[in-house]
């Protein structure tokens, strides 16, 4: 295990950020660390950076304790949302700080320093200010500024959150090639679970300053663990006792004896997926994600009669 | 239109009247018959001992406040601690205190009849009536000026930079040096302007602990007034005159070293660094 968070609890005045978490992340991998704001998720990132002192529990980095260490001995990277970049030194002397804090050879420090900025795609702004630079190439400069020390963890605390959407997605993309490059263990704090899924190959889902579920991304969308993982990783709809994402439902024109009638609301086409809203007798209101071919089949529109049937369903105690 | 150039005509007006003519003036009057009368009361012993009573004076406080200034503002701004409320509500306080009221307290503390004067005079200790009480003095009144420009800076600037700083493997102090500082430095250097403005312009607080004794305890603004009182208006108005000079010099020098690092040239950095 690259790192290993044991019964760690974590109070802010009355307020529980953290209780009695314990997780273990594997060598080499990418977690994301997915929920709500408030989950305690920031929190668990900065426990392991050693940002922020645990009040009780333990961290492991490789193997070693680390709980007591302060941040400069801990040997990780961390990323900011803001991207924290010292604003009075050039590109190349943000990318530097840490070899330079260590001492390397300036011949070293440079080679090694433009090795970093081709990798981040920055060569060529060396000389720059941050203020001259995009939100984009700001985290991007972060980020080999947070690898040039050769990490044994990088923590990345929210880092696209700051960013617009386009480039967001860009670096989501970036960073997960870059992932494949570097191949260091990377954690990530995010509130969006489509870049959790987008990015990660683990996500640990938190909620209330505790774990709800941990695993593949895949594993949380279809075999989800609580009502409250069902409905942080996808849109579901509660159909009766059950729990139902809008693409399991079948919609016909007639009745089959098993389904249930409802009417039409409302159709919106988002390109090749419609959403149908339709509203059931009990008044409770479902949506329904349909392929376009098919809403245009069935001639679907407003106060159209029609019978649905949930095709999976889920049911938590 | 019509309302724009009212309002500058107003602003103009206040200035003019108020700053403008009066130190123009002082200038005039000085000048007035000439060289010769200005040269021989800058020549004058008890002159020169003022000018340079001054300067130590504020070569010892200016230091002393920047440092305690930073660290103030670095404990209020980033610490959390019971009775910080107060702390904060202290600093202010030469700033609403009449310099005179903190002279005659200093007074009440270190004079041969205070708290401290006993124990002072025992051990041939003179802090009233001499230049210690003096810096006391000065260092109160010009106190808040740097944790108050300091202050916002760091406000503004957060942690983010230096927390970054931190997993990189920079201490503390590598931290300050490399990080902190160089971000808060244009709030520093105001303060430390303003700080300077403040103690070359002192007069209540050192006119009370000083004693006034010519050629001894005597500063730049106490000498102004003396030549005044005596009527020798040339040497009042000499002794003004290179009062404000230097006061000119504190702001041009301020405006040199912002010009010698120009670091950044795009941004909003530097008006943030003064708001």
Request: glycine share 8%; aromatic share 8%.
């Amino acid at each position: 295990m690259s790192i290993a968070v044991r019964g760690v609890t974590k109070r802010f005045g009355d307020f529980v950020a953290l209780d009695d978490v314990s997780v273990a992340i594997a060598g080499g991998s990418l977690t994301a660390l997915l929920g709500p704001s408030g989950s305690g998720k920031s929190t668990l990132l900065r426990v392991i950076a050693g940002l922020e002192e645990p009040d009780e529990g333990k961290v492991l980095i490789l193997g070693e304790h680390a709980t007591g260490l302060p941040p400069q001995k801990r040997e990780v990277g961390f990323v900011f949302q803001h991207y924290a970049a010292f604003k009075h030194l050039t590109v190349r002397e943000n990318v530097a700080f840490g070899l330079r804090i260590r001492k390397r050879p300036k011949g070293e420090i440079r080679g090694r320093v433009d090795e970093l900025l081709e990798l981040v795609q920055l060569n060529g702004l060396a000389e720059r200010y941050p203020a001259q630079l995009s939100g984009g190439q700001r985290q991007r400069m972060a980020l080999a500024r947070a690898l040039a020390v050769e990490p044994k963890v990088l923590l990345l605390d929210e880092p696209f959150g700051a960013l617009d959407a386009r480039v967001r997605k860009e670096l989501r993309t970036w960073l997960r090639r870059l992932h494949e490059d570097v191949h260091v263990t990377t954690v990530l704090v995010t509130h969006d679970q489509e870049e959790a899924m987008d990015v990660a190959d683990r996500i640990v889902l938190m909620n209330e300053g505790r774990i709800e579920q941990t695993g593949k991304p895949r594993d949380l969308y279809e075999h989800p663990a609580s009502e409250f993982v069902m409905g942080f990783v996808g849109p579901v709809n509660r159909f009766d006792n059950s729990f139902v994402r809008p693409h399991d439902f079948e919609i016909e024109l007639e009745p089959d004896g098993t389904s249930r009638e409802g009417i039409v609301k409302r159709v919106v086409h988002l390109g090749f997926e419609v959403r149908v809203e339709v509203a059931l007798p009990d008044d409770n209101e479902i949506w329904i994600q349909l392929s376009r071919e098919r809403t245009e089949d069935l001639d679907l529109e407003p106060g159209r009669s029609v019978f649905i049937r949930p095709e999976k369903t889920k049911v938590f105690a | 239109m019509r309302a724009r150039y009212g309002l500058r005509f107003a602003a103009l007006t206040y200035l003019t009247l108020l700053l403008v003519l009066p130190v123009g003036l002082v200038f005039y009057r000085t000048f007035q018959h000439g060289l010769e009368p200005v040269w021989s009361a800058m020549t004058d012993p008890d002159f020169l001992h003022a000018l340079w009573l001054t300067l130590l004076i504020a070569l010892i406080a200016v230091p002393l406040n920047t440092i305690f200034g930073v660290a103030c503002a670095l404990v209020l701004v980033r610490q959390r601690f019971r009775g910080k409320a107060v702390l904060n509500a202290l600093v202010d306080l030469p700033f609403a205190l009449s310099p005179v009221v903190v002279g005659l307290a200093l007074f009440l503390v270190y004079a041969r009849t205070g708290w401290f004067g006993p124990w002072l005079d025992a051990h041939g200790i003179q802090i009233v009536f001499a230049l210690p009480a003096m810096v006391l003095a000065t260092i109160f009144v010009s106190l808040p000026f740097v944790v108050r420009e300091v202050v916002p800076v760091l406000r503004e600037i957060g942690t983010e930079q230096e927390e970054a700083a931190w997993t990189l493997g920079a201490s503390s102090l590598s931290t300050f040096r490399r990080i902190t500082l160089p971000a808060i430095r244009w709030g520093v250097t105001y303060g430390v302007v303003l700080t300077t403005a403040r103690c070359l312009g002192e007069f209540g607080a050192v006119s009370v602990v000083s004693g006034n004794l010519i050629g001894k305890t005597q500063t730049l603004t106490l000498h102004v007034n003396n030549r005044f009182q005596a009527f020798d208006l040339v040497g009042a108005y000499t002794a003004s005159v290179v009062l404000a000079l230097l006061a000119l010099m504190t702001l041009f020098l301020m405006n040199l070293f912002r010009k010698e690092t120009p670091r950044v040239h795009s941004g909003p950095r530097r008006d943030e660094a003064l708001r």
